[in-house]
C-alpha cells in the first residue's frame, strides 16, 4: 500500500541554523503534499503546502522542495527559532481519493 | 480550522463500554475525517465521509463505528470491541474542489481507558 516515510524522527538545533526534514512518498500519483506542524497537546496546524506542479514553494523562513523523480519533498526552515519547537509531519495524497497519508512525524527542538 | 470542534477534550472509558466522541464543523466543508494519534506516530485513518450518508472505513476501521447524517457532524463511537482505545483522536474536513485537499483539524479528544 501507499506509504510516506520521514526523516529524521529526532532534530535538535541551535537557535539561528536551519533544520531540513525529508520525507518520501510511494505513490507516483500522489499530488498534493502539506506540511503540518503540532505543539503539544494541540491540533496539528498546515504551515506550507506544494502541488505536484511546482518544484519550489517560499512562505519566509519556511520552504518546501518537491522532487517528483525521486519522489521525495523536503520542508527547510531558516533563522531557527524557540517557537519553532514542535512536531512536524509531512502527508502526500493518494491516488483519486480525497485522502492524506502521514508521515510519522519529526520532533523539532530549538535550543536558544 | 477555528470552525472545527470536538467535544469532550477528555473522556475516560471503562472497560467493556461504548463512547462517542464528537465532531462539528461550519466551514460548509464537503468531507469529513477521524484520525488516531498514539505517542510517537502519525495520523492513521479511521474513517472519511465525502458526502452526506455515506462514509468509508480507513486502515484502522476495527472496533470503531461513524455516521454522517448530517453536513456539519461526523460523530465517532468507540465500541467495547476496540481493544486499546486510549490514544488522541482528531477529526478533520475538507473542501472537495478539484485539486483542494487541504486538511483542517480540530482540537482534539484524549481518550483514556481506565
Known amino acids: 500500500g501507499e506509504n510516506v516515510e520521514q526523516h529524521p524522527s529526532t532534530l535538535s538545533v541551535q537557535e539561528g541554523d536551519s533544520a531540513v526534514i525529508k520525507c518520501t512518498y510511494s505513490?507516483?500519483?500522489?499530488?498534493?503534499f502539506p506540511w503540518y506542524k503540532q505543539e503539544l497537546g494541540k491540533r496539528p496546524q498546515l504551515i506550507i503546502d506544494?502541488?505536484?506542479?511546482?518544484g519550489e514553494k517560499k512562505d519566509q523562513r519556511i520552504a518546501v522542495t518537491l522532487n517528483k523523480t525521486a519522489k521525495h519533498f523536503s520542508l527547510h526552515i531558516t533563522e531557527t527559532q524557540p517557537e519553532d519547537s514542535a512536531v512536524y509531519f509531512c502527508?502526500?495524497?493518494?491516488?483519486?481519493?480525497?485522502?492524506?497519508?502521514f508521515g510519522t512525524g519529526t520532533r523539532l527542538q530549538v535550543f536558544p | 480550522d477555528g470552525g472545527i470542534t470536538q467535544s469532550p477534550k477528555y473522556l475516560f472509558r471503562k472497560e467493556g463500554q461504548n463512547v462517542t466522541l464528537s465532531c462539528e464543523q461550519n466551514?460548509?466543508?464537503?468531507?469529513m475525517y477521524w484520525y488516531r494519534q498514539d505517542p510517537g506516530q502519525g495520523l492513521r485513518l479511521i474513517y472519511y465521509?465525502?458526502?452526506?450518508?455515506?462514509?468509508q472505513k480507513g486502515d484502522i476501521a476495527e472496533g470503531y463505528s461513524v455516521s454522517r447524517e448530517k453536513k456539519e457532524s461526523f460523530p465517532l463511537t468507540v465500541t467495547s470491541a476496540q481493544k486499546n482505545p486510549t490514544a488522541f483522536y482528531l477529526c478533520?474536513?475538507?473542501?472537495?474542489?478539484?485539486?483542494?485537499?487541504?486538511?483542517?483539524f480540530g482540537p482534539g479528544t484524549r481518550l483514556t481507558v481506565l
Open positions: 478533520a474536513s475538507s473542501m472537495i474542489v478539484a485539486g483542494t485537499d487541504t486538511q483542517y
Open positions: 465521509s465525502q458526502i452526506v450518508n455515506d462514509f
Open positions: 506544494i502541488r505536484s506542479n511546482v
Open positions: 505513490d507516483s500519483a500522489s499530488n498534493y
Open positions: 502527508a502526500a495524497s493518494i491516488k483519486n481519493t480525497d485522502k492524506l497519508i
Open positions: 466551514l460548509n466543508h464537503d468531507a
